[in-house]
């Protein structure tokens, strides 16, 4: 089994900071793309970063600029560093990634993490 694991959620004030972490577990063989995506409510789950095991990082338009994300590859761990923080940033945020299992080398799985909330509110 894998699981996907998220921390670092929370309340903060506009333009605050906040860092959010997501660590893999379990059967793994390699991990393809790491990347978070947000869900608002009443939205649709949108994709936030994404990072490919190698080359570029692709970012929403929203969060150019204020986001990075970043990856830990010996630790099987991503993270999104979020700056300047705005209330339209308020949503559930879910990692996700493409997993090689052990046990199915052959094939990509995509799994998700259960999701962190971030408020952003005075």
């Known amino acids: 089994q894998v699981q996907l694991v998220e921390s670092g959620g929370g309340l903060v004030q506009p333009g605050g900071s906040l860092r959010l972490s997501c660590a893999a577990s379990g059967s793994i063989f390699s991990i393809n793309a790491m990347g978070w995506y947000r869900q608002a409510p009443g939205k649709q789950r949108e994709l936030v970063a994404v990072m490919p095991s190698g080359g570029m990082s692709n970012y929403a338009d929203s969060v150019k600029g204020r986001f990075t994300i970043s990856r830990d590859n010996a630790k099987n761990t991503v993270y999104l560093q979020m700056n300047s923080l705005k209330p339209e940033d308020t949503a559930v945020y879910y990692c996700?990634?493409?997993?090689?299992?052990?046990?199915?080398?052959?094939?990509?799985?995509?799994?998700w993490g259960q999701g962190t909330q971030v408020t952003v509110s005075s």
């Open positions: 996700n990634a493409d997993i090689i299992r052990l046990d199915r080398v052959f094939a990509v799985y995509q799994y």
